[in-house]
Nanobody, 122 residues
Framework: QVHLVESGGGSVQAGGSVRLSCAASGYTARMGWFRQAPGKEREGVAA????????YYADPVKGRFTISQDNAKKTVYLQMNSLKPEDSAMYYCAADPEYGGGLTRPVNFAYWGKGTQVTVSS
């Protein structure tokens, strides 16, 4: 069983920055961030293999968001810069104990945090 605790988020003006953190208990092989805006499907934002170098970024966030990990703390971070109003959503941390399954699809992650809201005003 993996328990995920997210922190960070909040309200920020367009062009601003926010950092999200996700601390995991238990073993994880893949961790990532997904987001869901009202009326839209949950979509991948960024994900990473724990202890590895391969990363995934969704096209809308490339060059603005950075995912990183602190293995000692079992924590994954999402640094979000140059935020836009369209980045407003509930952001969810996800994890899975298997290396197979890829980094992009929510269905391939078994464990989820409760979510943290990010609101970007214009």
């Amino acid at each position: 069983q993996v328990h995920l605790v997210e922190s960070g988020g909040g309200s920020v003006q367009a062009g601003g920055s926010v950092r999200l953190s996700c601390a995991a208990s238990g073993y994880t092989a893949r961790m990532g961030w997904f987001r869901q805006a009202p009326g839209k499907e949950r979509e991948g934002v960024a994900a990473i293999y724990i202890g590895g170098v391969s990363e995934y970024y969704a096209d809308p966030v490339k060059g603005r968001f950075t995912i990183s990990q602190d293995n000692a703390k079992k924590t994954v971070y999402l640094q979000m810069n140059s935020l836009k109003p369209e980045d407003s959503a509930m952001y969810y941390c996800a994890a899975d104990p298997e290396y197979g399954g890829g980094l992009t699809r929510p269905v391939n992650f078994a464990y989820w945090g409760k979510g943290t809201q990010v609101t970007v005003s214009s």
